[in-house]
């Protein structure tokens, strides 16, 4: 399975998608690592860290995770708390508007494209944000 995602990064690469392809490849260097013994998280990879700096990216993938049913109940109410922090800040509404599409940047510089996760790996990184953006409120 590794080899074949590693392929299909190499040749979004080659074909010009560079950001996402970008993207993909440090995820399956992530997962790599985490396989080989690298401390990770129950997702079998390394989650962006969430803080004080990502209050808007974690906000948009709430909005993600609600819209596409991977959470329900009060991560709605979560996400409006941290968008009530965050109005008026650009570089945090453009980071909402990037979470909100799948993407969670992290405050450690890591992105985890949300879109090309399994359902049950999404669930589980929903549940990951939801929990950590939680205590940003």
Do not use: W
Not at 4 to 30: C, P, V, Y
Not at 99 to 105: E, I, W
Not at 109 to 130: P, R
């Amino acid at each position: 399975m590794h080899a074949r995602s590693t392929l299909i990064a190499l040749a979004l690469l080659a074909a010009g998608a560079s950001a996402e392809a970008n993207d993909l490849l440090d995820q399956l260097k992530e997962k790599a690592g985490a396989a080989a013994g690298s401390q990770g998280s129950n997702l079998g990879f390394k989650m962006p860290a969430i803080g004080s700096s990502t209050i808007g990216s974690a906000a948009g993938v709430l909005q993600y995770c609600v819209k596409n049913n991977y959470l329900g109940g009060d991560a709605a109410s979560v996400k409006d708390k941290l968008l009530a922090k965050i109005t008026g800040q650009k570089q945090q509404e453009k980071n909402f508007e990037s979470g909100a599409k799948g993407l969670l940047k992290g405050g450690d510089g890591k992105t985890l494209n949300m879109k090309i996760l399994s359902s049950k790996v999404k669930e589980k990184a929903c549940d990951y944000v939801l929990k950590n953006a939680t205590s940003l409120i």
